[in-house]
């Protein structure tokens, strides 16, 4: 399963990533470079073992061999000019790989891991099956077919046909480690069991929705698929599409009014905010969750269950200080209309602590979300599950507090609560789809498909690399990453300059909310609007936008700015963990302890009441409405990062 989650070709793609921003980014750092390729090559040299791997070989094999040989030569000779006559070869492989990788839709087991093809009848129970007392549903086989989902870290869906013939799908993941998010759903199924054992939870039915996690290395793991389910930007993609609305609409009106919202006062963000807001009505999951249902009755149940779901994750995830809610991030049940939470990788706050772009909000609790518990909003049944789940949690404060301990004690997952490196930026929605969004000239963007979002890399400056430049370094401008900015047919992304990024655009008039119905003129006419500006080009996303306008500023000529590599946190984990082992002490234990002590002191505060300071224990309504109030308010939605969808 490990060989399946991450081929060579994948691989060789993320050591590439890795050794170039070593080599062009820090200061040549050529120890760090060598340590990133040297065991691709000494793995290389070691033969294929599947059909898979030996079409590597066949299209790869030479020019990684000639590479290897120059770096052999520079290390006897510390002659720079090999390891340069080395990276012009990764680069002509790096660039094929982008290309290759990206065509790569479904895969078959027998090409890339006949021995998983082969292993049938296993001992082994089915991930997430098995239930003391019950029947265990082994491993039959293992589908030979692969869906390979096209999100930037590429997951497979894959499925497992259990020993009572039913089919059972996952997603094996590679390049994520997931060894915190088993320990999530751990937290979960005990929340579930003091639901069950208090009247008032039970009475309503509030639960969690889990499902299986198993890490099988610090790299990959398997997550449980939960089927009949959609993501909420999926759903509002969608319904925008139908109604022929931008999808990121209001995201354009206010780069209309401010292009450089990043550099204003909180008081003008929320001017711009507001402005935005003011002329969408933000009624598209509301209207999702109407037009879906057959009948009333099914559309008053969807909508209750999805009132004390979303209430129930609230207040759980405030406790365990859950991050980056972005619409991708959390799923609608088709069925029941119940709120599902994924990808738990930023936990204790680390989101509200980032130092670049913090998130304010204790949990997403934005307009879309209250329009779609209809009349009551906030006041009805969110309110009254977000204090029941509140007091019962506040009631077992023991039981949350041991699980915790040993959660943010474990040598295994703990080093995550080391200090955030700067340059992290945190991963988002992605506004722009392959689906319906396009950029300006045709080429489509990276959608994001399975939670995480496609951040788009540095761009390549106007003259492109040429095997006849002496010196690859000068047009890569730092990282070979920025070969993902180029279209399939060879084209490359410039970026805007600031003075076309300035353009006078016009203004649309301050009167009513804006309908999305067919027949609204007003709508179609700020469509129409939107759609004949020059903005810059969709591929790339907000984050990069404003790493180039930052780089913008500080150079003389915008236009030849090139930017460096954007960071996910899940990038960011696995340097800091490399780093981890590389060095025995660079994890301080004490370090570690001393923020450690401090979660586990923030968790206890929210559990008794004093996390807004203050000698006194608040009450568990006056916490909850101070939460609500905290996670509603304009001053804090507008300082979010644009790729957490605060409009929506």
């Excluded at 979300?369 to 309110?383: H, K, T």
């Excluded at 608040?618 to 409009?647: D, H, M, R």
Aim: include cysteine.
């Amino acid at each position: 399963l490990i060989r399946v989650a991450i081929l060579w070709p994948e691989e060789w793609n993320q050591a590439l990533e890795e050794a170039s921003r070593h080599f062009f980014q820090d200061e040549k750092d050529i120890p760090a470079m060598l340590r990133a390729v040297e065991p691709l090559h000494e793995k290389l040299e070691m033969g294929f073992e599947t059909e898979h791997e030996r079409e590597f070989i066949k299209s790869y094999g030479r020019d990684l061999k000639s590479s290897a040989e120059f770096l052999r030569k520079f290390k006897e000779t510390g002659q720079e000019d090999d390891i340069h006559q080395a990276w012009e070869l990764y680069y002509t492989v790096f660039r094929r790989l982008c290309k290759d990788m990206q065509m790569v839709k479904h895969m078959r087991l027998e090409r890339v891991s006949p021995a998983l093809l082969n292993a049938q009848n296993l001992a082994l129970a089915v991930p997430g099956t098995y239930l003391v007392g019950h029947p265990i549903v082994r491993i039959g086989s293992f589908e030979s077919h692969i869906k390979v989902i096209g999100s930037k870290q590429r997951p497979r869906q894959i499925t497992i046909r259990g020993s009572n013939g039913k089919d059972f799908q996952f997603l094996l993941k590679g390049h994520e480690d997931l060894r915190q998010d088993e320990r999530v759903m751990q937290l979960f199924g005990l929340v579930n069991s003091l639901f069950a054992q208090e009247r008032e939870t039970n009475r309503y039915d509030l639960s969690i929705t889990r499902y299986a996690v198993i890490p099988l290395s610090q790299n990959v793991g398997i997550s449980g698929w939960v089927p009949q389910t959609d993501t909420l930007h999926q759903l509002i993609q969608e319904f925008r599409k139908q109604r022929s609305v931008l999808l990121d609409i209001e995201q354009r009106l206010m780069k209309k009014l401010a292009p450089d919202m990043e550099q204003l006062t909180v008081i003008q963000k929320v001017e711009i905010f507001c402005h935005a807001l003011s002329h969408t009505t933000g009624q598209d999951l509301c209207k999702v969750l109407w037009l879906k249902s057959k009948n009333s009755e099914m559309w008053l149940d969807r909508r209750t269950n999805f009132t004390r779901s979303l209430a129930t994750m609230s207040m759980v995830g405030y406790i365990l200080g859950l991050g980056d809610r972005h619409p991708s991030n959390l799923m609608l049940d088709r069925a029941s209309g119940k709120i599902i939470h994924i990808d738990f990788g930023d936990c204790f706050e680390a989101a509200i602590h980032r130092e670049k772009i913090p998130e304010k909000v204790p949990f997403r609790l934005t307009r879309m979300l209250i329009a779609a518990m209809e009349v009551s909003g906030v006041e009805g049944n969110y309110r009254s599950t977000c204090e029941n789940v509140m007091r019962v949690l506040r009631d077992n404060r023991d039981s949350v507090m041991a699980m915790l301990e040993a959660f943010v004690h474990d040598p295994l997952i703990n080093w995550r609560l080391l200090t955030p490196n700067q340059n992290d930026v945190p991963e988002s929605s992605s506004i722009a789809s392959n689906s319906d969004l396009s950029s300006i000239d045709g080429s489509s963007s990276q959608g994001s498909l399975d939670g995480s979002s496609f951040l788009s890399p540095p761009l390549l400056t106007e003259k492109k690399l040429k095997r006849s430049d002496t010196s690859p370094s000068s047009a890569l401008k730092g990282n070979i990453r920025a070969i993902r900015a180029s279209f399939s047919d060879g084209s490359v992304i410039i970026a805007p300059s600031r003075s076309q990024m300035k353009k006078t655009l016009p203004t649309i008039p301050d009167d009513k909310p804006q309908e999305y119905d067919n027949d609204d003129q007003n709508m179609s006419n700020i469509n129409e609007q939107l759609n004949n500006q020059k903005l810059r080009p969709r591929a790339m996303t907000e984050g990069f936008l404003k790493n180039w306008m930052d780089a913008a500023n500080k150079k003389d000529d915008p236009d030849s700015t090139t930017v460096g590599s954007i960071q996910t946190h899940r990038e960011r984990d696995r340097e800091l963990m490399q780093k981890l082992r590389a060095e025995p002490g660079a994890a301080n234990p004490e370090m570690l302890n001393q923020r450690a002590l401090a979660v586990i002191e923030r968790v206890n505060d929210k559990l008794i009441g004093r996390d807004f300071g203050g000698d006194e224990s608040l009450t568990v309504p006056t916490q909850v409405q101070k939460l609500i109030v905290q996670a509603t308010s304009y001053e804090n939605l507008c300082q979010a990062y644009v790729g957490w969808c605060p409009f929506w």
